[in-house]
């Protein structure tokens, strides 16, 4: 028997269709149904339908409210320096042309480094009374003392601090997709706006970045989705600390599931956190696209 066409491609999605529905689709409906009920921590404990008293509790939480406000904070500065800084190197890299070779493939070394990996070694970098970053500051006459800032302890700096590892872990990342994106730009394009007179700043905001859009709007996507749910790195460096002050959205839902035993509303706070973290990418995408007016 022959089999059709769109057969064939049916078979040919199946196994995928069949994980996305046992490993994406089955949990996040189990997130959404469990944020519904009271569930004891207990393994076969009671569970007890209580609506939405979840989400209230949860939206009359200082702790959420905050932990929100910080994954915020820490996202848009993450995503902000890798940006930038990753604009920079792949401008660089494209200028060098193949004279940058070598050092794209030393760049991108980062990327192979796993985040709790990295955060233990910037943990070891940047702790109080034994940190190598302080001692470094302190012999090249840039501190007083070794421990006078304390990076992992003062909760006014301990999100900036625990975003180093998260930027230069993942600041390769953008300059290779935004490498990417400078190799699809018309030379003559270039050197005609250079006859033309127009200068680098010029033609860096009036040609490049708006030729670069779509790819931009992929990069800040992926790698705001990334940032906002950061967990690893924190955890291994400040646990939250001090004071909560570099408690994120994933680490408050991880305390509130594994330590004060509340899966229900760990359950709603996840929900939130979902319905929020896709309703900024749909606007950011909308908004730094704008695919209508490019057409």
């Known amino acids: 028997m022959r089999i059709t066409d769109r057969r064939f491609a049916l078979y040919l999605m199946a196994p995928a269709a069949l994980f996305l529905a046992v490993f994406v689709a089955y949990p996040l409906f189990s997130l959404v149904a469990d944020s519904f009920f009271e569930i004891s921590p207990v393994l076969g404990g009671p569970r007890e339908f209580v609506g939405l008293d979840n989400y209230v509790q949860a939206f009359t939480s200082q702790a959420f409210v905050g932990a929100g406000w910080r994954t915020l904070a820490?996202?848009?500065?993450?995503?902000?320096?890798?940006?930038?800084?990753?604009?920079?190197?792949?401008?660089?890299?494209?200028?060098?042309?193949?004279?940058?070779?070598?050092?794209?493939?030393?760049?991108?070394?980062?990327?192979?480094i796993a985040p709790i990996?990295?955060?233990?070694?910037?943990?070891?970098?940047?702790?109080?009374?034994?940190?190598?970053?302080?001692?470094?500051?302190?012999?090249?006459?840039?501190?007083?003392?070794?421990?006078?800032?304390?990076?992992?302890?003062?909760?006014?700096?301990?999100?900036?601090?625990?975003?180093?590892?998260?930027?230069?872990?993942?600041?390769?990342?953008?300059?290779?997709?935004?490498?990417?994106?400078?190799?699809?730009?018309?030379?003559?394009?270039?050197?005609?706006?250079?006859?033309?007179?127009?200068?680098?700043?010029?033609?860096?905001?009036k040609i490049i970045l708006p030729l670069l859009r779509p790819v931009i709007a992929v990069a800040l996507v992926v790698r705001g989705v990334d940032a906002a749910r950061a967990f690893d790195s924190i955890l291994i460096q400040t646990n939250g600390g001090p004071q909560s002050?570099?408690?994120?959205?994933?680490?408050?839902?991880?305390?509130?599931?594994?330590?004060?035993?509340?899966?229900?509303l760990a359950s709603a706070m996840g929900t939130i956190y979902l319905i929020a973290m896709l309703g900024i990418a749909f606007v950011a995408v909308g908004t730094i696209w704008r695919p209508g007016k490019d057409s």
Not at 93 to 106: A, D, E, Y
Not at 176 to 202: H, K, M, S, T, W
Not at 249 to 261: Q, V
Request: proline share 5%; aromatic share 12%; charged share 10%.
């Open 245 to 264: 002050a570099s408690e994120t959205m994933s680490l408050l839902i991880y305390n509130t599931m594994i330590r004060f035993g509340e899966p229900g």
């Open 117 to 205: 990996v990295a955060g233990l070694l910037w943990k070891f970098l940047m702790i109080d009374n034994f940190g190598l970053l302080g001692a470094l500051l302190h012999q090249v006459g840039l501190l007083r003392d070794p421990n006078q800032i304390g990076w992992l302890s003062n909760p006014d700096i301990v999100l900036f601090s625990v975003a180093i590892p998260d930027i230069w872990l993942t600041t390769s990342f953008m300059c290779l997709v935004l490498f990417a994106g400078l190799q699809n730009i018309p030379g003559e394009l270039i050197e005609a706006a250079r006859l033309d007179g127009a200068r680098a700043p010029a033609m860096l905001f």
């Open 74 to 112: 820490y996202t848009l500065l993450v995503v902000t320096l890798e940006f930038a800084l990753g604009l920079g190197m792949a401008l660089l890299f494209t200028l060098l042309g193949r004279k940058s070779q070598t050092w794209r493939t030393v760049f991108l070394y980062p990327l192979m």
